[in-house]
């Protein structure tokens, strides 16, 4: 059974700052990995996926990054603003249709 | 642009009530799928649908059923409310299964006491 953990659970940096979200994952058979964003009250936003023959990915000042093999994914957000303060899931993308989440990653960005 | 779209925002329901979630979208999407998140945690699939008339189970079924006569609806049945049903239900969908990004809508948050 695929099982996705995201490490931290909770950051908090100011604003400007490069920052490392992490996701691993147990099952590298994956189809695809995704990376959304989650606002309070909000559904999902799709912001990245890497489908499993690609390395990375990049949109603006986000880049992720997918090493299958070693079960994980990076998302680098480059100067960090206010406005990128909710949390991040990762998701991964197997057999069956189906994609497993991991708890996500609460970011707050402080002016 | 719609997109995906559920309705209610917001429900509160007494245990052993049923209700039904609704959830349609405007894409032209095969596959269509219900989750649910609790607090501080990941979504967990309840079911699934990869079109019409097509339905399968995900991670956490017990307690829900679902039905996809149509490929813009794929509303989500509780029959009988039980607390542990309290939390944030998704509907998402994609054109493909594989490789593509999911579609989520808003969400309906759910009380039951």
């Known amino acids: 059974k695929q099982e996705v953990t995201q490490i931290p659970a909770a950051l908090s940096v100011p604003e400007g700052e490069n920052l490392v979200l992490n996701c691993s994952f147990t099952?590298?058979?994956?189809?695809?990995l995704q990376w959304f964003r989650q606002d309070p009250g909000k559904g999902l936003t799709s912001l990245l996926l890497?489908?499993?023959?690609?390395r990375e990915q990049t949109s603006g000042r986000l880049n992720a990054s997918l090493d299958k093999s070693s079960g994980r994914s990076t998302l680098y957000i480059a100067a960090s603003q206010p406005g990128d303060s909710a949390t991040y899931l990762c998701?991964?993308?197997?057999?069956?249709?189906?994609?497993?989440f991991g708890g996500g990653t609460r970011l707050m960005v402080k002016p | 642009n719609a997109g995906v779209t559920q309705t209610p925002k917001f429900r509160i329901l007494k245990i052993g009530q049923s209700m039904t979630l609704q959830c349609t979208q405007d894409?032209?999407?095969?596959?269509m799928y219900w989750y649910r998140q609790d607090p501080g945690m990941g979504l967990k699939l309840i079911y699934y649908?990869?079109?019409?008339?097509?339905?399968d189970k995900g991670e956490v079924p017990n307690g829900y059923n679902v039905s996809r006569s149509t490929t813009e609806d794929f509303p989500l049945r509780l029959e009988l409310a039980a607390p542990s049903q309290t939390s944030v239900y998704f509907c998402?969908?994609?054109?493909?299964?594989?490789?593509?990004?999911?579609?989520f809508g808003n969400g309906t948050r759910l009380t039951v006491t």
């Open positions: 890497i489908q499993s023959s690609q």
């Open positions: 894409m032209n999407h095969n596959y």
């Open positions: 998701a991964v993308h197997n057999a069956g249709n189906m994609l497993t």
């Open positions: 649908s990869v079109g019409a008339g097509i339905t």
């Open positions: 099952d590298s058979a994956i189809y695809n």
């Open positions: 998402a969908s994609t054109y493909g299964g594989q490789g593509m990004a999911l579609h």
